[in-house]
Nanobody
Framework: QVQLVESGGGLVQPGGSLRLSCAAS????????MGWYRQAPGKERELVAS???????NYADSVKGRFTISRDNAKNTVYLQMNSLKPEDTAVYYC?????????????WGQGTQVTVSS
């Protein structure tokens, strides 16, 4: 069983920055594909950024050039550095882990952390 705990959310002014963290309780964290998703009220959950076990990254068009996903396998942690934040970035941000090491894929979700961008 893998537990994911997000932190780092809060209230920030437009143009400001936040860094989200997702800590995983997993001895094979380095093998997981990790991702950050977000969900605003009345909207579907959408992929923001992802990173493979090999370090390849992918970003939604809306955040390219502003957000950076990274991972520290020694700390079992994935990060989302968010710069130049916009009001439309306001959402609950969720961490996701995908474990493909077994017979079937296993997906784990964190509890979410609120990000509010407002002046």
């Amino acid at each position: 069983q893998v537990q994911l705990v997000e932190s780092g959310g809060g209230l920030v002014q437009p143009g400001g920055s936040l860094r989200l963290s997702c800590a995983a309780s997993a001895s094979i964290f380095s093998r997981y594909a990790m991702g950050w998703y977000r969900q605003a009220p009345g909207k579907e959950r959408e992929l923001v950024a992802s990173i493979t076990s090999g370090g390849s990254t992918n970003y939604a068009d809306s955040v390219k050039g502003r957000f950076t996903i990274s991972r520290d396998n020694a700390k079992n942690t994935v990060y989302l550095q968010m710069n130049s934040l916009k009001p439309e970035d306001t959402a609950v941000y969720y961490c996701k882990a995908v474990d493909n090491s077994g017979l079937r894929s296993r997906v784990y979700w964190g509890q979410g952390t609120q990000v509010t961008v407002s002046s």
